[in-house]
């Protein structure tokens, strides 16, 4: 149990186009859902939360224009990267709470987004 | 935000245990110390988490010091699989935000 997925798992856009990013959790509810953004060999970077029915949360230095999060159900977010340019190019991945569940999270496999 | 300090890799046998080491000496006594590992390419996947006692479970255990300050994610027998990069995070907030570390790299040689 507990899956999340991703979708695409891989991404390439032209610069100035935007790209969209769904997170689903397959077998439960989440009330809240994680994005993070990862360069190469880094560590990953939380950029926003997102609670169902309500605006997300950003992280500090996340441009909240840029990146447009929405969750429109209990099991779903997207993620818009807009207007993406090249520096934009990066591992995203989302995670999810269970709803009424305990601490952990539960991730999915990342979209790598490529931007020529 | 409360940190987190462990070692940029270690190395360990096939079929051997891996101790990995944690600090957080600025921990609170209301935040829960949760692990994750990262494998190559791959979203992060949960081990563990942890309050004041040890804690077991079928991945591995955590060893928690009394004053809360240091912990140790315990691998019991390394596979190849286990290669990853684990982190050690302080869960501080209530909405379940985790803030990622460098975290260790684990090397397991056959």
């Known amino acids: 149990g507990a899956v999340v997925s991703q979708h695409p798992s891989r991404v390439i856009c032209k610069s100035g186009t935007s790209v969209k990013i769904e997170c689903r959790s397959l077998?439960?509810?989440?009330?809240?859902m994680f994005w993070y953004r990862q360069f190469p060999k880094q560590s990953l970077m939380l950029m926003a939360t997102?609670?169902?029915?309500?605006?997300?949360?950003?992280e500090q230095g996340v441009e909240k224009d840029k990146f447009l999060i929405n969750h429109a159900s209990l099991t779903l977010s997207t993620l818009t990267v807009t207007s993406a340019h090249p520096e934009d190019s990066s591992f995203y991945i989302c995670?999810?709470?269970?709803?009424?569940?305990?601490?952990?999270?539960?991730f999915g496999p990342g979209t790598r987004l490529t931007v020529t | 935000d409360a940190k987190t300090t462990q070692p940029n890799s270690m190395e360990s046998n096939e079929e051997e245990p891996v101790h990995l080491p944690c600090n957080h000496s600025?921990?609170?006594?209301?935040?829960?110390i949760h692990w994750y590992r990262q494998l190559p390419s791959q979203g992060p996947e949960y081990v563990i988490h942890?309050?004041?006692s040890n804690v077991n479970n079928r991945m591995a255990s955590l060893a928690i010091a009394e004053d809360r300050k240091s912990s140790t994610l315990i691998l019991h027998r390394a596979t190849l699989r286990d290669a990853a990069v684990y982190y050690c995070?302080?869960?501080?907030?209530?909405?379940?935000?985790?803030?990622f570390g460098a975290g260790t790299q684990v090397v397991v040689t056959p």
């Open positions: 995670s999810a709470r269970v709803r009424m569940g305990g601490h952990e999270q539960y």
């Open positions: 600025t921990i609170s006594g209301t935040d829960y």
């Open positions: 997102s609670n169902e029915g309500s605006k997300a949360t950003y």
């Open positions: 077998d439960f509810q989440a009330t809240t």
């Open positions: 995070i302080l869960l501080t907030d209530s909405w379940g935000k985790l803030q």
């Open positions: 942890g309050l004041t």
